[in-house]
């Protein structure tokens, strides 16, 4: 679990809460139902016409599993097991493959089951998975674009929604006893907008901007890993590998050799 993102929620939601609180002792004043139907209800009409259902839906499964889901990206562990089957190698391609069963990053894996195989080039592995590394970032990007661009409808609805609010507000004028009338009806008009900032800034677009830094970090792992099965193909010396895969790293984050 990502003990970050679920704080920053926690977080959000308690000062949004005590913030509320103080402005009021009852709570359910800002349980406004005109609001919560146009702000929510005009965000999900908004997102359904801008991307299809099916990805929209799909963006619930993307938060669990990439945000709040645990996602620490292990730059050292795939550098030490890219030189332990550097090692292997020197044995032959059998070592390699009985290796694959002990891998857990899905790329690195699929990027070792090509050297594996024997019929690649290491010209040929490098586009290969440069291709396949296009691929996953453009997908990647793809989701956190979508939160960025959902994350700009909250507040135009809200907007809306305390546009009908100022309408029926401006109904009363010329009622009787509208001058007491006035103040509770431009508050409960206000909440849509309330809703739709807090929408926005404490749920999409933190979202968006988690997935893209985490994007940002996988990307560079999968290059590392590019560059690692390169070399592994070409059996380069392991003192070349680690040093190469290194670069990668910030000095603090390197692997080094351990003494003998």
Do not use: C, W
């Not at 997102?47 to 929209?56: R, T, Y």
């Not at 003192?239 to 003998?260: C, G, H, Q, Y």
């Amino acid at each position: 679990m990502n003990f970050s993102s679920v704080f920053g929620l926690i977080f959000g939601v308690t000062i949004m809460y005590m913030a509320l609180e103080a402005t009021t002792p009852d709570m359910r004043f800002f349980l406004d139902f005109h609001g919560i139907l146009i702000v929510v209800g005009g965000t999900a009409a908004a997102a359904s016409i801008s991307f299809p259902l099916i990805k929209v839906l799909s963006l619930l499964k993307v938060f669990i599993l990439r945000v709040l889901g645990r996602n620490k990206v292990d730059f050292q562990g795939v550098v030490s097991q890219l030189l332990e089957l550097n090692k292997k190698a020197s044995i032959g391609i059998t070592a390699i493959n009985d290796a694959l069963p002990g891998l857990k990053h899905a790329f690195l894996k699929e990027a070792v089951s090509l050297v594996g195989s024997g019929v690649l080039s290491e010209k040929e592995i490098r586009t290969a998975l440069e291709q396949r590394l296009k691929t996953i970032e453009s997908r990647y990007m793809h989701e956190a674009n979508m939160f960025r661009t959902i994350g700009r409808f909250p507040p135009a609805f809200g907007l809306l929604a305390t546009t009908l609010g100022m309408i029926g507000l401006l109904q009363k004028i010329g009622q009787p006893d509208s001058q007491k009338l006035i103040g509770p009806a431009m508050s409960v008009g206000l909440i849509g907008t309330l809703y739709g900032i807090a929408l926005a800034n404490l749920v999409f677009i933190p979202i968006a901007e988690n997935l893209t830094e985490r994007t940002q970090d996988e990307i560079a792992l999968r290059r590392m890993i590019v560059e690692g099965v390169v070399m592994l193909k070409s059996q380069v010396n392991p003192i070349t590998m680690r040093e190469s895969l290194n670069s990668f790293l910030l000095p603090k984050d390197r692997v080094i050799r351990k003494a003998a």
